[in-house]
């Protein structure tokens, strides 16, 4: 394309041409080492920069250097919009400049610009834990809504609306529970205006006109909160005074971990709710006031103290999610004085062994281009073979080894591991509690039903801590290992436990 080439590179670029004799490949390389700043000529160009001098002469050139005048300013004009909103989109800006869109799209792509998606992450800065964000903290009304259906069946957080079940609505407010509200089924902004109108000035009916003043309301982003009537709503009636997407102060996105009402009351009241099954909707309504009833007695000012904890997890994992960092430190608390309690823990664990390597994924960072270097190629086998194994171990004993056939799936974990093994195992203990990590046949449906039915004791365990359990060091040899190995691994659970309450729930060094 001469035309992206102003006179003076025109002439460069047929000199360097005739200097290699017409080899076009070989000028483009030597115009780029003698030009490095330059924009990079194709050897089409020079092939079409000499035909037109052969064709037409220097005039045709000339022409085409109106059209590069004209050409470099759409290219700014079309750049200057990305850089003004990078979220903008190619048909929208080509209907602005009155311009194609394939045109826009060529200017991006030789421009280096490729389009990427936004990983949205909680949204926080430093310095949270402060007298200032205490007191801020103490006077914010945090606001969710849940659904709950007769059968026990939630969605996703932010996803709760689509349900033909109604959610329910609930609030907390330094040591005040507000709610539950009974929401229409089609939750939507117009719904949502019509509640704040009716029921938000009557929350506040027992709470001290000072206080009220104070206090701020926190929404989150699901569509309902961030429509405009709704935000128009808040700003007039609680102008700089409220907290949500699109408001004074913006809530972060997918952000449930920093919200009690979310982490606390909706977990809390989903286990009680459903603690058995729910027969009528009317019963699924007796027993949400009934839990809300219970959870009052549980309320206290130590909200604001955890939000700041969770704050500080939040920029520890970089926005991530931490969730998990707090269940495993409350576990561990719960058992930091236990001793001889682990002599009755009956820890399993399962593990597969591949011919050659393992079969799980394996990632590397390499450049561009390096694709097919044979330092990146793994050589496996078209289907790899391995067999799955699952153990247990106890103080003073251990579970013969199984070959589990196929995939472990909730079927084959109940029928060849728990029914034909570990239940005999558990008979030859006294008082044993059985332990399994979270792996999907473990909690799968039909596998608690048979651990209910059958009266197994089950420890809770926390995610994504495998360095808490001690069978995890037993991979290989079976049969081999001494029986004081397992013991010595079983106690060192206190100084495991201990660990990990000192690193706030981190990894340790087991």
């Not at 495993?328 to 682990?342: G, H, K």
Request: proline fraction near 6%.
């Amino acid at each position: 394309m001469p035309y992206l080439f102003s006179n003076e590179e025109l002439a460069d670029i047929h000199f360097v041409y005739g200097f290699i004799d017409g080899n076009a490949a070989e000028a483009a390389r030597e115009y780029a080492r003698r030009f490095p700043n330059r924009r990079h000529a194709t050897r089409s160009v020079f092939v079409i920069v000499h035909r037109q001098i052969i064709e037409n002469g220097f005039g045709n050139l000339q022409r085409d250097q109106n059209i590069n005048v004209r050409q470099r300013r759409f290219t700014r004009m079309i750049l200057r919009e990305f850089d003004r909103d990078p979220t903008t989109s190619i048909r929208r800006v080509s209907g602005a400049l009155g311009i194609s869109a394939s045109h826009v799209h060529r200017v991006l792509r030789n421009d280096h610009r490729r389009p990427y998606h936004l990983q949205p992450v909680q949204g926080l800065q430093p310095g949270a834990e402060n007298e200032e964000s205490h007191f801020f903290l103490s006077n914010v009304l945090w606001s969710d809504e849940s659904c709950f259906t007769r059968r026990g069946v939630v969605n996703f957080h932010n996803q709760h609306i689509w349900s033909h079940e109604n959610p329910h609505a609930i609030g907390i407010y330094r040591n005040r529970l507000f709610g539950p509200y009974l929401l229409p089924a089609g939750l939507n902004a117009a719904t949502f205006l019509e509640f704040l109108k009716a029921e938000y000035a009557n929350m506040w009916d027992d709470v001290m006109l000072d206080l009220r003043r104070l206090a701020w309301f926190q929404l989150d982003g699901c569509p309902a909160h961030y429509s405009r009537i709704v935000r128009n709503w808040l700003n007039e009636n609680y102008p700089e005074r409220w907290i949500g997407r699109g408001g004074p102060v913006a809530w972060p996105p997918r952000s449930p971990d920093l919200n009690p009402s979310d982490f606390f009351v909706c977990g809390f009241l989903k286990e009680k709710v459903y603690q058995t099954p729910v027969t009528t909707r009317d019963v699924l309504i007796d027993r949400i006031r009934n839990a809300c009833d219970e959870i009052r007695l549980y309320l206290n000012n130590a909200i604001p103290r955890s939000i700041i904890r969770r704050c500080e997890l939040c920029i520890e994992q970089l926005g991530l999610h931490f969730e998990q960092l707090l269940q495993i430190l409350y576990w561990c608390r719960q058992r930091s004085l236990w001793d001889q309690e682990w002599d009755s823990i009956v820890f399993s664990d399962e593990s597969r062994f591949c011919l050659g390597m393992h079969d799980g994924r394996a990632r590397v960072r390499r450049r561009r281009g390096e694709r097919r270097n044979p330092q990146f190629f793994v050589v496996r086998h078209v289907h790899t073979v391995g067999v799955m194994v699952w153990g247990a171990i106890a103080y003073g004993s251990r579970s013969p080894l199984i070959f589990v056939r196929g995939n472990m799936n909730a079927q084959h974990y109940i029928h060849e591991v728990l029914e034909l093994r570990l239940l005999p195992y558990l008979d030859t203990l006294a008082d044993p509690t059985f332990q399994q990590d979270n792996a999907r046949p473990h909690v799968a449906r039909v596998t608690i039903d048979f651990f209910q039915h059958t009266d197994v004791t089950l420890l809770p365990w926390p995610p994504r801590s495998p360095d808490l359990s001690p069978i995890e060091h037993l991979v290989v040899a079976w049969n081999e290992i001494p029986q004081e190995d397992i013991d010595h691994l079983i106690r060192s659970m206190p100084r495991r436990v201990g660990e990990c309450v000192a690193h706030q729930g981190a990894s340790i060094h087991y």
